[in-house]
């Protein structure tokens, strides 16, 4: 009996596998389908009738009948009012960075799109998340926002998690930075770190030969000798990347104490206020909702077309991140 039961468990396990395999491979497929459907191009999205349309749904669930038309007309009147008539523009632009700072590709499209139409009066808010991560990568990143600042349009950027190293670099652009009060900030530093194998393969009989021709074409590697002079002028690298960055911050927060916050220590909002690195303490939501009534607030976001292979990759993640949640939870 107990042997048939085991047996029947061990076929239930495998039927139960299979089915989540068939149903994870088929869905994966429907994702990536689903994408390559997506056309390539900028979506832009109306923040003022997607906030108030959330407030409506709100209030419609406890108003009388009457009170719901009341405010049925109050809209339509609002909405009247409003046809023809030129209020500011807020463009709000989202970057969420990673080491290589990849979302710089649809930035540049979505730069290039609000300085085609944005008049005097108005404004960008960049809704920035990033941890910093390669120094050519983010540097180009920044520059995006300084052709919006060259352009005379006013730049806020708003941290709601993080703006280090990197990140920071391109929040100082900005005209205004706001942080919340536990958002991560500073990080004013530059850091270099690469494993060396070369005594485990010494070990066991393995020779990499690594020729060169100019004396600095590579220093410290993963598999070569590394040297004391090596080191040194990996150090003197290093010394003249955070001496731009530092230069860059002081250009458009010359208020700042540099000796003090260009340590690569990191603050949180708070206390980066204290410190000049950011310039009020708030939330994106916060500074958005203030502006709802006066402006007309658009998210615009680039959309571009992914190779076959990233959107499976990128399926394949989201495949991988909804079958954990299924099975529970971390703690």
């Known amino acids: 009996m107990t042997q048939a039961l085991l047996e029947y468990l061990l076929f239930l396990a495998k039927t139960v596998t299979l089915v989540a395999a068939i149903t994870f491979i088929a869905g994966l497929f429907v994702n990536v389908s689903r994408r390559n459907r997506e056309a390539e191009g900028l979506k832009v999205t109306n923040l003022n009738s997607r906030m108030r349309h959330a407030a409506d749904g709100l209030r419609h669930a406890f108003l009388p009948k009457a009170g719901r038309k009341q405010l049925a007309k109050q809209r339509k009147q609002e909405a009247k009012a409003a046809e023809g008539r030129r209020r500011k523009r807020v463009f709000v632009l989202d970057f969420r960075g990673d ?16 300085l085609a139409v ?78 060396n194998f070369r005594r485990l393969l010494d070990e066991r009989g393995v020779t990499v030969e690594q020729v060169k021709a100019g004396r600095y074409k590579r220093t410290v590697s993963m598999f070569g000798e590394v040297t004391e002079e090596d080191r040194e002028k990996l150090r003197e690298e290093l010394e003249e990347v955070h001496a731009l960055f ?3 911050v002081v250009k458009y927060r010359p208020a700042l104490d540099m000796e003090r916050v260009a340590t690569g220590e990191y603050w949180y909002g708070s206390r980066a206020l204290e410190l000049g690195l950011v310039d009020e303490i708030g939330t994106s939501d916060d500074w958005l909702a203030r502006l709802v009534d006066t402006s007309d607030a658009w998210r615009v ?25 299924s099975l529970g939870r971390f703690r």
């Open 99 to 114: 080491i290589r700072a990849s979302a710089t590709a649809a930035l540049r499209e979505e730069v290039s799109a609000v």
């Open 118 to 195: 944005a008049e005097q009066g108005d404004e960008v808010l960049v809704r920035l998340e990033n941890a910093g991560g390669l120094v050519h990568e983010h540097g180009l990143a920044a520059s995006q926002l300084v052709r919006v600042k060259e352009r005379g349009i006013p730049l806020t950027v708003a941290v709601d998690k993080v703006a280090a190293s990197g990140g920071y670099l391109m929040a100082c652009v900005a005209d205004r930075i706001i942080a919340a009060p536990f958002a991560i900030v500073g990080s004013i530093g530059v850091l270099a770190q690469v494993p």
């Open 246 to 248: 530092q230069a860059m």
């Open 301 to 325: 976001q680039w959309r571009g077309h992914k190779r076959l292979m990233e959107k499976l990759a990128a399926a394949m993640e989201e495949g991988r991140l909804g079958l954990l949640g």
